[in-house]
């Protein structure tokens, strides 16, 4: 969980007044000024000495005072401060687990209902955004292709994978050929890659395709090249995800900006720069989180992310997780995406 060590020693006060201003920033989302922190610190200090310690945070960068307040709120170094050193972190209840439980279970064996319900029951539970990533390509197995013919040189390729999905492409062919030829072209590929991950079966596509053109027929070679042309796809070889509650972000007065929310929804949408940061999670041992600036994308300047790697068969296959602001409740969001992340992959081991 814990983002980098920070060479930085404050005193046990000033991180008592840290702790209790940034608790009390994301439960209202004010400015805290220092009477108000003197108050609800419990320490016998004047709001001149609080006053005296806001400032030398301010100095090191871990508290900021908005232009409109006299109040301060967390810098991104503050939160990660407050995450890594001062968080707890609350611990689950008996009934909370059993809703995540609930929703994860009997999911008609369909994966891809599994993983909506999975990113719907994050943004219900945390009232953010939810979103889980399919399951790495390359580790799942092509189980079996047809082709079927469209036209004269037009064919629809369907593809079967060892997860149950199931996706189409259209290939367009110099020339045609009748259902019959492409049944045979399909039996050859099946026969030669079926039960292999996809690494290992466009790796094996391109030494056919080098060896294959002294050797082969002209129908086995096309059933190469249509089989390359496949795997090649991007929406076939990269995971995609399943995101929910992206409108929960509106209620959230620093994120409710048009302007903000049109390039949020808008990066959400193109899923490649999200896709890319929860890919950096693939790895994670456990929950990580990106605070801000951190997660070195503009669009999420004001977001946080807390995201887990779930997997199945000993193996992490995708990563889920949750989009809110910085001011997130961080000691019961990150419980709960690591208890969903576990829960997923229960429920992935219990369909195989």
């Known amino acids: 969980?814990?983002?980098?060590?920070?060479?930085?020693?404050?005193?046990?006060?000033?991180?008592?007044?840290?702790?209790?201003?940034?608790?009390?920033?994301?439960?209202?989302?004010?400015?805290?000024?220092?009477?108000?922190?003197?108050?609800?610190?419990?320490?016998?200090?004047?709001?001149?000495?609080?006053?005296?310690?806001?400032?030398?945070?301010?100095?090191?960068?871990?508290?900021?005072?908005?232009?409109?307040?006299?109040?301060?709120?967390?810098?991104?170094?503050?939160?990660?401060?407050?995450?890594?050193?001062?968080?707890?972190?609350?611990?689950?209840?008996?009934?909370?687990?059993?809703?995540?439980?609930?929703?994860?279970?009997?999911?008609?064996?369909?994966?891809?209902?599994?993983?909506?319900?999975?990113?719907?029951?994050?943004?219900?539970?945390?009232?953010?955004?939810?979103?889980?990533?399919?399951?790495?390509?390359?580790?799942?197995?092509?189980?079996?292709?047809?082709?079927?013919?469209?036209?004269?040189s037009r064919v629809l390729a369907v593809v079967v994978f060892s997860d149950q999905d199931v996706q189409n492409r259209i290939l367009h062919l110099e020339s045609g050929y009748d259902r019959d030829q492409l049944q045979k072209a399909a039996n050859y590929l099946n026969a030669q890659f079926a039960g292999r991950d996809l690494t290992e079966v466009r790796r094996a596509l391109l030494e056919e395709m080098q060896q294959a053109r002294k050797s082969m027929n002209e129908l086995m070679l096309t059933a190469i090249k249509m089989a390359g042309e496949v795997f090649d796809d991007g929406d076939v070889n990269q995971n995609g995800y399943v995101m929910a509650g992206e409108t929960n972000l509106m209620e959230f007065a620093e994120l409710s900006d048009v302007e903000k929310l049109r390039r949020l929804f808008e990066a959400f949408n193109q899923k490649r720069d999200i896709l890319h940061l929860l890919d950096q999670a693939i790895a994670a041992d456990g929950v990580q989180i990106f605070i801000g600036e951190e997660s070195g994308y503009r669009v999420l300047d004001d977001c946080s992310v807390v995201t887990a790697p779930y997997g199945a068969e000993d193996e992490v296959v995708g990563v889920l997780g949750v989009i809110g602001p910085t001011r997130m409740a961080y000691e019961r969001v990150i419980p709960i995406v690591d208890m969903t992340a576990r829960l997923l992959g229960h429920a992935l081991n219990s369909r195989q």
Not at 66 to 93: E, M, N, Q, W
């Open 1 to 152: 969980m814990r983002h980098e060590a920070m060479d930085i020693q404050l005193s046990t006060r000033a991180q008592h007044l840290l702790k209790t201003l940034v608790e009390r920033y994301i439960h209202e989302g004010q400015p805290v000024g220092s009477r108000s922190l003197s108050r609800q610190s419990g320490l016998e200090l004047s709001p001149a000495s609080v006053r005296n310690v806001m400032a030398d945070l301010e100095e090191m960068g871990f508290v900021q005072s908005p232009h409109t307040s006299a109040g301060r709120i967390p810098t991104v170094k503050g939160y990660r401060f407050f995450v890594d050193t001062l968080l707890t972190v609350r611990k689950l209840t008996r009934r909370e687990v059993s809703r995540l439980e609930l929703g994860l279970r009997n999911q008609d064996g369909d994966f891809q209902n599994l993983v909506s319900s999975a990113s719907t029951l994050l943004s219900g539970v945390t009232r953010l955004a939810g979103v889980v990533t399919l399951p790495r390509r390359e580790r799942a197995t092509w189980q079996q292709i047809e082709f079927l013919p469209l036209s004269e």
